[in-house]
């Protein structure tokens, strides 16, 4: 049996940025994956980091994106100069846009609410009309109403960032174990074994980041994880040009020139086939934010199932029965990529979750269901 100072399950945006934030303050960390057979969000996102549409009536989730987006300017630049992967990381703020003039309005009141929740911590965004639009993004397409923009948001190229953090990780002493589903974990509090690939591993803290795995994993060690499968489509054009300056949210285009455009969110259980109807409905909608792109060829497209929570919320908690055993598990890989490398880590690393994120425990779950 191999001993560690934590064992981290699940190889993906979360689990890595978690172990390598541990490997970076000095831990002993071994990190396990199923491997290639696994759903993986973490290989088939849209790359942003955005923080505009981020909790509503959950100030503490907006601050919380808020502070990993801020983070991001020096996590892309301190990941590059440990591995010398370029995450491609852009933090010009960004544009959600608002196809009719009833998405307009609406989109004009969520923005409104989210300021007045904001509170002192503020909420800096702007509505653009039409023709305000149109300036920012010469390209835009005449029916589309106006968008919101906030100096927020940023993107990443996920695949990049998954392999610096990686890389980054091993970098730090970190032992990285891909084919190891995990198939057994004895628990008891600060003591975990955990037997997978046909080894076994031991620590005194464990965190469990295994996508839509948690759900099965958590029970383990006293966690109640309730993730879901979200499936949303993706295509990937040929390169063109550089033509779209602005990130947006749907379409933009990547450093490489192809552009990327997203994406549907869809309740498809575990399957994660592309079908016709969805990839038209996405299609269309992006060549009415911006014409020129049909007669852009597609080269790629594909399915992937996002790690949902019943309120779309992170899940941060540490076993009350198995303490160490900690859980993290979001939708928003990579946004909170940062977040989860120099801050959750560093609260796994002391022991205990801070009031901070509180709001996130797995507790509140047990609140609906007694409801
Ligand atoms: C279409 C789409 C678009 C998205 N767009 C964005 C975006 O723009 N911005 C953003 O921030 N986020 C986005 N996301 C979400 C983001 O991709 C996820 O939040 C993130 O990838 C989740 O990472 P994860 O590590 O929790 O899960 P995963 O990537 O699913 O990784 C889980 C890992 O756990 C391993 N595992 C599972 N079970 C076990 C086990 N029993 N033993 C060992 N290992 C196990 C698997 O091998 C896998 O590698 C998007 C997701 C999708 C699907």
Same mark, same amino acid.
């Given at each position: ?7 981290? &399950? ?49 100030? !503490? ?16 630049? !301190? ?32 923005? !409104? ?10 909420? !800096? ?14 390209? &835009? ?43 057994? &974990? ?55 040009? @550089? ?15 192809? &552009? ?49 929570? @019943? ?61």
């Amino acid at each position: 049996m191999s001993s560690y100072d934590s064992i981290v &399950i699940g190889g993906g945006l979360v689990g890595s940025s978690v172990a390598y934030g541990l490997a970076r303050r000095g831990l002993k960390v071994a990190l396990l994956d199923e491997g290639d057979v696994a759903f993986r969000a973490s290989r088939g996102n849209f790359g942003l980091v955005w923080v505009q549409s981020k909790g509503l009536g959950v100030p !503490e989730y907006q601050n919380w994106s808020r502070q990993s987006s801020m983070l991001w300017d020096d996590f892309a630049q !301190e990941l590059r100069q440990e591995t010398g992967v370029d995450t491609q990381h852009e933090h010009k703020g960004g544009i959600h846009v608002c196809i009719t003039e009833k998405d307009f309005a609406e989109r004009k009141k969520y923005m !409104e609410q989210m300021h007045l929740e904001a509170g002192e911590t503020r909420f !800096e965004y702007e509505m653009l009309d039409q023709k305000a639009l149109k300036s920012a993004v010469p390209e &835009i397409g005449p029916e589309v109403a106006g968008a919101s923009f906030t100096p927020y948001d940023g993107a990443a190229n996920p695949l990049y960032l998954l392999r610096s953090l990686h890389a980054a990780f091993l970098k730090r002493g970190g032992k990285y174990f891909p084919q190891s589903k995990v198939a057994a &974990i004895k628990a008891a509090p600060h003591d975990f074994t955990v037997t997978a690939g046909g080894a076994t591993f031991n620590a005194p803290k464990l965190v469990i980041a295994a996508g839509l795995g948690n759900k099965a994993l958590g029970p383990l060690v006293g966690l109640n994880v309730p993730v879901d499968p979200v499936r949303g489509q993706i295509f990937v054009t040929e390169r063109v040009k @550089p033509v779209l300056s602005m990130l947006t949210i749907w379409v933009r285009q990547m450093a490489e020139g192809s &552009i990327m455009i997203g994406e549907s969110r869809e309740d498809a259980g575990y399957n994660d086939v592309t079908t016709p109807e969805v990839q038209q409905e996405v299609a269309a909608r992006a060549v009415t934010m911006f014409p020129f792109l049909k007669d852009v060829r597609i080269v790629r497209h594909w399915a992937a199932l996002r790690v949902m929570s @019943p309120d779309g919320l992170p899940i941060y908690e540490q076993s009350a029965t198995c303490p160490g055993a900690f859980v993290a598990t979001c939708h928003s890989g990579v946004t909170l990529a940062a977040a989860h490398a120099l801050r959750y880590a560093g609260f796994v690393a002391d022991g205990a979750l801070p009031a901070e994120v509180a709001r996130f425990t797995n507790k509140r779950f047990d609140v609906q269901n007694a409801a």
